[in-house]
C-alpha cells in the first residue's frame, strides 16, 4: 500500500504569495498517477491536477503540478483570497488508491 | 455539464446495510471512457476511496472495506449504487460518488474529476 504523506500541515500565507505543497509517497508511483485536489469547507473535492502536472479544464494556470517517482509538488503561483482552502493529492496508480491527509492553505 | 446526485438515507442503525445511489445527469455511465466510484470522507478527516465500477463489469473495492461493499450500476436509469452492511460509527461520514476518466483501460487507469456534492450519513441507533 502506498502511503502519501503531505507537508507541511498548514500554511499560513497571505494573498498574493507563492504556495508549495509537498506530497511524499512511501512507494514509487506507477506511471506518475498522481492527482491534486482543492476541498472548501462543505463543498466536494475539485479536481486541479491529474498525471502530476497536467491541469485539469477551468483551472487557472497559477496552479502548477510538479515531480516523479516519490517527490510531487503542487505550487500556487500567486495565492488569490479563493484558493484558501485544503489541498489533497492522491495516488491512482496502484491499489489500493490512497489519499494524503492534507494540507490546509489559510490566510496569515 | 455533467452533474452527479447522490440520494439515500440520512442515518442508518449500527449493523444494517447502507444504500446509497448516484444519479448521473447523462448517460455516459456506459461509456468505456469512464469508471463510476464512491469516495468517503467522515467528519473532520480526509478522504477514503471506496470502490468503483467499470462499464464492462470490472469492479474495484478497498481492501479494509471489499468484504462488506457491493458497488452496481443501472444503465438504463443512469444511475449506479453502493451498499455498504454491517455498518458502525465508524462508517459514518459524507458520501461522494464520482466520475473517474479512464487514462488506459489495460490495466484499469482513471482519475476521479467530477464529484457529486456529497450525502451525509450518521450511523446511530
Known amino acids: 500500500e502506498i502511503v502519501l504523506t503531505q507537508s507541511p500541515g498548514t500554511l499560513s500565507l497571505s494573498p498574493g504569495e507563492r504556495a508549495t505543497l509537498s506530497c511524499r509517497a512511501s512507494?514509487?508511483?506507477?506511471?506518475?498517477?498522481l492527482a491534486w485536489y482543492q476541498q472548501k469547507p462543505g463543498q466536494a473535492p475539485r479536481l486541479l491536477i491529474h498525471?502530476?502536472?497536467s491541469r485539469a479544464t477551468g483551472i487557472p494556470d497559477r496552479f502548477s503540478g510538479s515531480g516523479s517517482g516519490t517527490d510531487f509538488t503542487l505550487t500556487i503561483g500567486r495565492l488569490e483570497p479563493e484558493d484558501f482552502a485544503v489541498y489533497y493529492c492522491h495516488q491512482y496508480g496502484s491499489s489500493p488508491y490512497s489519499f494524503g491527509q492534507g494540507t490546509r492553505v489559510e490566510i496569515k | 455539464q455533467l452533474q452527479l446526485q447522490e440520494s439515500g438515507p440520512g442515518l442508518v442503525k449500527p449493523s444494517e446495510t447502507l444504500s446509497l445511489t448516484c444519479s448521473v445527469s447523462?448517460?455516459?455511465?456506459?461509456?468505456?471512457?469512464?469508471?463510476w466510484g464512491w469516495i468517503r470522507q467522515p467528519p473532520g478527516k480526509g478522504l477514503e476511496f471506496i470502490g468503483s465500477f467499470y462499464y464492462n463489469g470490472i469492479t474495484y473495492y478497498d481492501p479494509s472495506l471489499k468484504s462488506r461493499v457491493t458497488i452496481s450500476v443501472d444503465t438504463s436509469k443512469n444511475q449506479f449504487s453502493m451498499k455498504l452492511n454491517s455498518v458502525t460509527a465508524a462508517d459514518t461520514a459524507v458520501y461522494y460518488c464520482?466520475?473517474?476518466?479512464?487514462?488506459?483501460?489495460?490495466?484499469?487507469?482513471?482519475?476521479?474529476?467530477?464529484w457529486g456534492r456529497g450525502t451525509t450519513v450518521t450511523v446511530s441507533s
Open positions: 447523462d448517460d455516459s455511465i456506459s461509456s468505456f471512457l469512464y469508471s
Open positions: 512507494q514509487i508511483v506507477s506511471g506518475a498517477y
Open positions: 498525471g502530476a502536472y
Open positions: 464520482a466520475r473517474g476518466s479512464v487514462v488506459t483501460s489495460l490495466p484499469l487507469i482513471y482519475y476521479m474529476d467530477v
